[in-house]
């Protein structure tokens, strides 16, 4: 009974003790929160020292890295500072290609990551391309490489190289694979991309690679990415509509509802995402509504 | 030879009354703990990083218990003056010591058998949850047979380590420096690739010499990773697992009978 009572006096004690400890900490934190502000340290920054402190397990501390990365990328997007500082991002990325130079989604992710633009994104096209050229030098043999430069420099609007580096992703061993056989959609993408400019038949073929990506929130961006281009296409044919309105009334239409009753359209246009398009009454011209999660539209103009 | 089996029973037994093999438990814990976590934390890739995981856990694992039960296996026979009832007994020196060799390599198989099965289960289980674009990425299948090939370089590796701290241990009485030893050969096994070509770095000739000496004569722990090439599928070159495998048994043969040939001589007293 003894033995019990004693028990249960030191399960009390503990109780208490943990308690005592969660309640300062809580109150230590609202506190002190300024104080305890982490500023984020690369404490080794040399891949060749790290691959050696890693001893053989390189591959798990590459996963680390990895996740530190992301955790970092995503942390100062999401942080409401005016201007994001993502000093730290390629460092990591180089760290962690360097203690497993396979890690192909490190160099995938990693590059469009940096390619991002300003003001959310680090806007490193650059340092994009060095690290995928860091991955082409590894595994000479995948397409997906040379393909993401050439993805690089088409987000930068730099089609004639986009358009090399697609051709160069062609002629990889691994894009003639049995099988695979990307090198057969790879060359008509150079060609379009190197003819047509901007064009968003070249961007709907790059999206829809995306679509085959294993990483959901990139599925879920390009899916995002096609609706806007359909949204493109549909906004130019409207303003054909509208220009032959124009033409005929000698005005722009008012409403969606003049361009009905004049049997140019049979009901108010939704986007893909079933918001009405906002006519300028002035102009004619048409746009997204800004409620509308398609909002803004990127700045391809449609073939 | 019956001696030698009924050692290393006994060490089999006392190591599971020491609470080894929770060891397994531990790491099934983490395994799964990390799972559910690496989904949270990454951007794909989930089954690499927990292939990766597994592997280093196994290796880890079984690094600790090689080094810490594998200097105390003689050490506290004498620390607990056990070692005179034990000899007086009809055993000789060297049986005892192949014994205990073979009972800690036989406890640290086991466990590593029990964690790889524990492994695939929860890369089954990881590989029923992908989607088909994330299997398809993968480079290699979530229950990739190949997974085995590192979990027995791993095997082979620990089975090094514990014949280094056997050896050890056999003139050492303190366990520190038998830990430090054998985990500061450890450490330096790794740097293979830097001590051959140490000649690259410095002036001296004789450095470089040294060095190279030392790469031969040191054992090269580099030389059992082959985790990075099964978990990216990457072909490893024919005959590597092979010569990896007999170069081991080389090298635990040696470490063995220098050990033997020290124990032999040593005064308890």
């Known amino acids: 009974m003894k033995g019990v009572t004693k028990l249960g006096a030191g399960f009390l004690t503990i109780a208490v003790l943990t308690m005592g400890v969660v309640r300062l900490q809580m109150v230590r934190e609202q506190r002190f929160t300024q104080a305890e502000a982490t500023q984020q340290v ?35 997007r999401l942080s409401d500072a ?24 490190a160099y995938e992710f990693g ?14 096209s650059d340092l994009a391309i060095r690290l995928l050229e860091k991955g082409i030098a590894a595994r000479p043999d995948r397409w997906q490489y040379p393909y993401d430069v050439g993805f690089v420099h088409y987000r930068d609007g730099d089609y004639k ?9 062609a002629e990889t061993p691994g894009a003639k694979k049995d099988g695979e056989r990307a090198d057969v959609w790879l060359r008509p993408l150079a060609a379009n991309t190197l003819a047509a400019g901007r064009d968003t038949r070249s961007s709907r073929v790059l999206y829809q690679q995306l679509l085959k990506s294993d990483a959901s929130w990139l599925r879920a961006d390009a899916a995002r ?35 009905v009753r004049a049997g140019l359209l049979r009901r108010a246009p939704l986007d893909p995402d079933g918001h009405e398009y906002v006519l300028n009454p002035w102009w004619g011209d048409v746009t997204l509504a800004d409620d509308s999660p398609l909002w803004p539209l990127p700045t391809e103009k449609p073939a | 030879m019956r001696t030698i089996g009924l050692v290393a029973l006994h060490v089999f037994r006392d190591s599971v009354r020491d609470k080894v093999l929770y060891s397994i438990v531990a790491f099934a814990v983490i395994l799964m703990a990390v799972s559910y976590l690496i989904g949270q934390l990454t951007a794909g890739e989930d089954l690499k990083i927990i292939k990766d995981l597994g592997l280093a856990a196994m290796s880890l694992m079984g690094l600790f218990i090689a080094v810490f039960i594998g200097i105390g296996l003689i050490a506290r026979e004498i620390d607990r003056r056990s070692i005179y009832a034990v000899l007086a007994k009809p055993v ?8 205990k060799y073979i009972g800690l390599v036989g406890t640290l198989f086991v466990n590593l058998a029990v964690m790889a099965l524990a492994y695939y289960l929860v890369l089954a289980y990881i590989g029923s949850t992908l989607s088909e674009a994330a299997l398809k990425a993968a480079s290699a299948p979530p229950t990739d047979p190949r ?44 740097f293979g690739a830097d001590l051959k070509n140490f000649e690259q770095v410095v002036k001296s000739p004789a450095a470089g010499l040294i060095g190279r000496a030392l790469y031969y004569l040191l054992p090269n722990f580099a030389a059992f990773d082959i985790k990075t090439e099964v978990v990216h599928a990457l072909p490893i070159q024919p005959g590597y697992l092979s010569l990896t495998a007999g170069y081991a048994l080389i090298y635990i043969a040696l470490l063995l009978t220098a050990s033997v040939m020290i124990f032999a001589r040593r005064d308890f007293k």
């Open chain 1, 42 to 76: 690369l404490y080794v920054s040399s891949p060749a020292v790290l691959t050696r402190l890693a001893l053989s397990y390189d591959a798990l501390v590459a996963d680390l890295y990895w996740i530190r990365a992301i955790q970092y990328y995503g942390g100062t």
């Open chain 1, 82 to 105: 005016a201007s994001k500082s993502y000093a730290l991002l390629y460092p990591l990325l180089d760290l962690t290609t360097a203690l497993d130079p396979n890690f192909n989604i």
């Open chain 1, 111 to 124: 590059a469009f990551f940096l390619s991002e633009k300003k003001p959310g994104g680090p806007g490193r």
């Open chain 1, 161 to 169: 190289d986009a358009a090399e580096w697609f051709l160069r992703a």
């Open chain 1, 225 to 259: 990415r096609l609706k806007q281009l359909d949204a493109i296409d549909s906004i130019a044919v409207l303003e054909q509509l509208t220009a032959e309105y124009e033409r005929r009334f000698g005005n722009p239409p008012p409403r969606w509802d003049d361009m």
């Open chain 2, 92 to 99: 000789r020196r060297h049986e005892l010591l192949l014994g």
């Open chain 2, 147 to 190: 997974l085995l090939l590192a979990v027995m370089m791993i095997g082979l590796e620990l089975a090094l380590v514990t014949a280094l701290a056997l050896f050890w241990s056999t003139f050492s009485s303190s366990a520190l420096l038998s830990a430090g030893l054998t985990f500061g050969l450890y450490v330096a096994g790794q």
